[in-house]
């Protein structure tokens, strides 16, 4: 079993950044394609970022251009990078790993984007 967790939510003004970390026990994740995920109260859960195990990435068309999704060198930590947010970008955080049928979630984090 694959143990996620998130760090590094928090409350941020309209154009501030922050950086999410999603850190892994039990294995070593560039074994998986990694995605963040977010979920905002009243909304469905959706993919915001994801990276390959050759390193592609892939954005949602509201985060690209001011999100990052990035692995650790040490390969069982996976980042998120978070500029100039917006207060639409305001939700829980969660990080995946997806290998083959297998599909682990973190417990997520809040983001709070307000003035």
């Known amino acids: 079993q694959v143990q996620l967790v998130e760090s590094g939510g928090g409350l941020v003004q309209p154009g501030g950044s922050l950086r999410l970390s999603c850190a892994a026990s039990g294995t070593i994740l560039s074994m998986f394609v990694m995605g963040w995920y977010r979920q905002a109260p009243g909304k469905q859960r959706e993919l915001v970022a994801s990276i390959s195990f050759g390193g592609s990435t892939n954005y949602a068309a509201s985060v690209k251009g001011r999100f990052t999704i990035s692995r650790g060198n040490a390969k069982n930590t996976v980042y998120l990078q978070m500029n100039n947010l917006k207060p639409e970008d305001t939700a829980v955080y969660y990080c995946?790993?997806?290998?083959?049928?297998?599909?682990?979630w973190g417990q997520g984090t809040q983001v709070t984007v307000s003035s």
């Open positions: 995946n790993a997806a290998r083959s049928s297998n599909n682990y």
